[in-house]
């Protein structure tokens, strides 16, 4: 696929397929991650492949939440490393945002590859490949429990991108504040974060990053406001009827 | 996944993923077919992984539209391969269509691979893999374009499951009657295709064999009563209605 027409009218999500076939190539992302992308790219089309409003309303609490932050970790796997690399390396810069790399189907191997690969981008610092800085928390079952103590043990606020569902409710629990970016607003991940984007990730982060940009100088007030006025609850229900919306406009075509 | 339960709640779905997997460890599916594999997944988890009435119906106007062609062709990609090799073998078996192999990730490889593979699970003759029969269909701008003249070149009737869209278009364009299997009912593919078959290719394969059987004895009036009364459009928009009940449903959990 190294000649995907411009003009094809699926381009964009084409390219970003390629993306993550050529990270699966590279040894980031996993067969498990091609899949769970490719569920990710239905929800994505029954949205109309675009950004609404309310992923607009997520994005901006979820900047002002982590200008909010005093120590917040961006939690990296395989799917973000491979979609968004520039993004990440760019957010390190512009916040006090530590970067970790965390796996679902974990490998030091493929650790070592991902913090390589944000590195090649641009990124000076990323967490969770020292053994000797591994730490766990234990109400996580999964593989995901083993964290860096310096990053999400020790971290108020977890920006955690196309995360499991499990996971996400034991970092809630646990007190943190909990943003993430998913496709599906009736997932788990999606319901149990403070702060739920539901927008493709390669839309979401450059305007996220935007947005960041924007409210860097805002008062502590009024952050405190953008973030208290955010009602995930709300949010993720309007997405889901702007989908039936979209699937009963096209059904009357 | 070596042992999934066969009482788990999504096993079939997951015996199918590791049929997927285990086609991508052979070499016949690429990473990109995978993604695609995940986002019908996700459509028909979204239908309620089940054969509905409106599958059923298309799957009988394709059948009875495969017996009326004089030159009818399976296309074979590698996704098709890997999950339903012995239903294609069963088809030639029973049919005068015609198999041929043809990528939209085009290698003479994988092209190779695939058409052993199905030569394992019993077909005697697949077209697409020899250098001296191949031909271009010029208003294709993919690499799909380049067919066999023995076999989707010179074809009525194209039988073409898990398409791309442009491709679809065009083979309609050239005036051959198009049948496909997509669990979306919205993509171009669906929409461009004279049959659309909106099921899991797991369970509409053996489905349609049975269907041709149960017709092959028909006469060409009773057949073509079959495919003038199927309405593919209308077809599409109750398999919308469907996922649009199904979604509001799932929503109010």
């Known amino acids: 696929m190294n000649d995907i027409k411009p003009e094809h009218p699926r381009a964009e999500s084409l390219q970003t397929r390629k993306k993550l076939a050529d990270g699966f190539k590279k040894g980031l992302v996993t067969p498990e991650g091609l899949s769970a992308h490719g569920r990710g790219e239905a929800f994505d089309y029954i949205l109309g492949e675009k950004t609404t409003k309310q992923a607009k309303k997520a994005i901006r ?11 917040p970790v961006f939690s990296v796997n395989g799917n973000v490393a491979a979609l968004v690399p520039e993004e990440i390396s760019e957010l390190s810069k512009k916040t006090n945002i530590e970067i970790e790399v965390n796996l679902f189907h974990r490998s030091k191997e493929r650790e070592e590859k991902i913090a390589s690969h944000l590195k090649d981008h641009g990124l000076d610092k990323v967490l969770g490949t020292e053994e000797k800085h591994s730490s766990e928390i234990s109400e996580i079952e999964s593989n995901r429990r083993i ?18 569902g499990d996971r996400t409710k034991n ?10 970016i998913d496709l599906n607003p009736m997932s788990r991940t999606a319901k149990s974060a403070d702060i739920t984007i539901t927008n ?44 039936l919306k979209r699937l009963e406009n096209l059904s009357h075509r």
Do not use: H
Not at 61 to 71: H, Q, V, W
Not at 150 to 155: F, M, T
Not at 171 to 180: D, N
């Open 147 to 164: 964290v860096d103590e310096r990053g999400i043990k020790a971290a108020d606020t977890v920006f955690v991108p196309l995360e499991d």
């Open 200 to 243: 493709n990730i390669v839309r979401a982060m450059p305007l996220f990053i935007k947005e960041l940009e924007k409210l860097k100088e805002s008062s502590q007030e009024k952050l405190s406001k953008i973030t208290k006025n955010f009602d995930n609850e709300q949010n993720l229900r309007k997405m889901l009827k702007l989908m």
């Open 61 to 71: 609490a979820g900047a002002a939440e982590l200008l909010l932050a005093e120590k």
């Open 171 to 180: 970092l809630v629990s646990l007190g943190k504040k909990v943003i993430t």
